[in-house]
């Protein structure tokens, strides 16, 4: 048996590490202690293990896995920083980031492009389809920080759900690709059983309900203040 090699072994082990604080994150009510624990431990582990990933797939190779690991990289960026920033500011991270998700989506467009005339309809054995969905991921994400950009900032329930929903695509896609790509560490009872959609199915339900709670909900609407010259600007 061929031992695993370090840097697989650290990937894996940051991606367990990342999918269970996401979870234990979106189990918890935003912006209390617990949760800024949980998502500080997944913003950690997401960064080494999508860094981690994109390097090695650069020497498989993977040319579409490398696309993916980048894009994790930069939505666990940006979540970040979002509630790091101050309400309504930018700066030079908001347009170096842009840059980057920018390049990203023309070069899943292109890789999909290519998968899609290719004779098996794949790019190093990831189907055009699933290069299309990373594409438009990055498309949007890239559309949003222009928005925001523009307006110099973004601040109340809109700030809470940039941050909300660019953790959790980064945990959907960590949960996929553990499930359905590392399933070699699972139990083989479970390989290809259709119970390996269950965690994906909850980061989406979880997601979907945080994100209508953040912007329907009065639980995060902003308390009032007095109004400051600059608010007013």
Not at 51 to 73: C, E, K, Q, S, Y
Not at 93 to 116: P, R
Not at 134 to 145: E, K, P, Q, S, W
Request: glycine share 8%; net charge positive.
């Amino acid at each position: 048996m061929t031992a695993m090699p370090p840097a697989m072994m650290l990937h894996i082990a940051a991606g367990g590490v990342g999918l269970a604080s996401g979870f234990a994150a979106l189990a918890f009510r935003k912006g209390e202690h617990l949760h800024r624990i949980a998502g500080t431990a997944f913003f950690v582990a997401m960064l080494f293990m999508s860094g981690i990933g994109a390097v090695m797939a650069a020497f498989l190779p993977n040319r579409p896995t490398i696309l993916v690991g980048v894009l994790t990289f930069y939505l666990v960026a940006t979540a970040w920083m979002t509630v790091r920033r101050e309400e309504g500011r930018v700066g030079r991270f908001e347009v170096a980031a842009l840059t980057v998700v920018a390049v990203v989506a023309a070069l899943d467009f292109v890789a999909g492009w290519v998968a899609l005339r290719s004779p098996r309809g794949a790019m190093d054995q990831i189907p055009y389809q699933m290069i299309f969905v990373f594409a438009g991921v990055a498309t949007l994400a890239a559309i949003t920080d222009l928005r925001v950009i523009r307006r110099g900032g973004v601040s109340g329930p809109p700030r809470i759900a940039r941050h909300l929903w660019r953790m959790c695509v980064a945990l959907l896609i960590a949960t996929t690709s553990f499930f359905f790509g590392q399933q070699k560490v699972l139990p083989e009872a479970l390989h290809g059983s259709p119970v390996l959609f269950i965690p994906t199915l909850t980061v989406l339900v979880l997601m979907v309900f945080w994100l209508f709670r953040v912007r329907f909900s009065k639980a995060f609407a902003p308390t009032a203040r007095p109004q400051t010259l600059e608010a007013a600007g």
